[in-house]
């Protein structure tokens, strides 16, 4: 056993490694003549792919620049121009580093084609479509369906059509006609590496966990942004490796485990390393997450990848209600052995946020377990008080008998 665990990751230096990579390739194929679309993390980019498209992630590149601490600089620019400071933390700094071209990637690629999909929340079809005025190029939009239980076959095969017409605009783009068998291949490489990350997230579920979900924060990157790729399915395997030993071998990612919590939402990533230093020094693994384990879908099928990709991205966490929500974090609760369970209420995300109130005392009604909302942003430092957050989390800490 290592009770005291090693210091991080060494897959910390691979992850650097590969998004230094992803943008060098990028810049490389911009340079050779092959379009790039700037796109949603909730859209299809399958069909990109296998059109020849490359996809570039402006929400990555946001929460790169909150932890680069370029938030408040860049979104100070975006308010400028009028937008409120209310809108998406994501969006605003995407926006004034569109304005300035400042950026800790060097310079950032200008898309082709814009791509977006509200299955994750409705802003994102204003401010992409901003973004494709901004740059001059098309504005492409899938729109799925609302729904509070599984999506019906109705809901599947109205997307289906949209991703059918959608394949034929990035075939003349990319100049590489999408067939099924073409389609096939990418899509079979998604459910890889999408199965490989759903293996790497389990692992927490060992006593003590191997990985948190401060680890996997990090680490979901490239199931975001390179999936249906090998290089994520490589990333994944050695990942998948590494953590899988550290169960074996018993080492810890929290020192000491005395209690296991659950997260709701995106990461607060301005005060992510001061969180993660409070949860190890109070002995709380934080072991599973709704956010990261949205990239652990079930449904991917090669055989038929239309339509299984119709399903996929129509049955996204955030494409469903509250009462859906309850049963997931409910469920995390269970499996992972949680003895409580954080919501934070995220500023930027109104359709994450929206509703946790009831999600909380649902999910304490049907586990037994603690509960506890913080409030915060997702990448603005401004709305994020360190000291308010341990306010909240101390006596929580401590109620689950893993006080400072």
């Not at 390739?25 to 859209?43: C, E, H, N, Q, Y």
């Not at 001059?136 to 109205?158: L, N």
């Not at 990239?295 to 469903?320: G, M, Q």
Request: charge should be positive.
């Amino acid at each position: 056993m290592n009770p005291t665990g090693p210091r991080g990751l060494a897959a910390n230096q691979r992850l650097q490694k590969t998004i230094r990579n992803q943008v060098l390739f990028t810049r490389a194929a911009k340079m050779l003549g092959r379009p790039v679309a700037w796109v949603t993390s909730g859209s299809p980019v399958e069909i990109l792919l296998a059109a020849g498209i490359i996809p570039f992630y402006p929400e990555n590149h946001a929460a790169i620049c909150s932890a680069r601490n370029m938030a408040a600089d860049l979104s100070d620019v975006a308010e400028a121009e009028g937008y409120s400071r209310d809108l998406c933390s994501y969006f605003r700094i995407d926006r004034g580093a569109m304005v300035t071209q400042k950026t800790p990637l060097g310079r950032m690629v200008a898309p082709d084609v814009v791509l977006a999909s509200n299955n994750i929340c409705g802003t994102v079809q204003h401010w992409f479509s901003i973004t494709a005025r901004h740059f001059e190029v098309p504005f492409w939009f899938v729109d799925t369906p609302f729904t509070e239980a599984s999506p019906s076959e109705s809901d599947v095969a109205y997307v289906r059509d949209q991703l059918v017409e959608l394949a034929e605009q990035a075939g003349r783009l990319g100049g590489r006609r999408v067939t099924e068998q073409r389609l096939s291949r990418v899509v079979a490489r998604s459910r890889e590496a999408l199965v490989l990350w759903r293996e790497v997230l389990a692992t927490a579920a060992a006593r003590p966990a191997p990985l948190t979900s401060f680890d996997a924060f990090v680490h979901m990157a490239p199931i975001v942004s390179m999936r249906g790729t090998r290089r994520a399915v490589r990333y994944y395997r050695h990942l998948l490796a590494e953590v899988s030993a550290r169960r074996t071998s018993g080492t810890a990612a929290v020192p000491q485990e005395r209690a296991r919590v659950v997260w709701d939402n995106i990461a607060i990533w301005p005060a992510h390393r001061e969180l993660k230093r409070a949860f190890k020094q109070a002995g709380v693994a934080l072991v599973a997450d709704t956010y990261t384990h949205a990239w652990t879908v079930e449904h991917l099928d090669p055989s038929d990848p239309f339509t299984s990709l119709a399903r996929v991205y129509t049955d996204i966490l955030l494409n469903h209600g509250a009462l859906h929500r309850h049963k997931v974090l409910a469920r995390m609760v269970r499996e992972f052995g949680a003895d409580g369970f954080i919501l934070h209420s995220n500023r930027s995300c109104k359709r994450y946020s929206l509703g946790q109130l009831g999600v909380k005392r649902a999910v304490s009604d049907e586990t037994g377990a603690l509960g506890v909302v913080i409030e915060a942003d997702m990448a603005d430092p401004r709305a994020v008080s360190i000291e308010h957050l341990m306010q909240r989390l101390n006596p929580f800490f401590e109620a689950l008998g893993g006080g400072t």
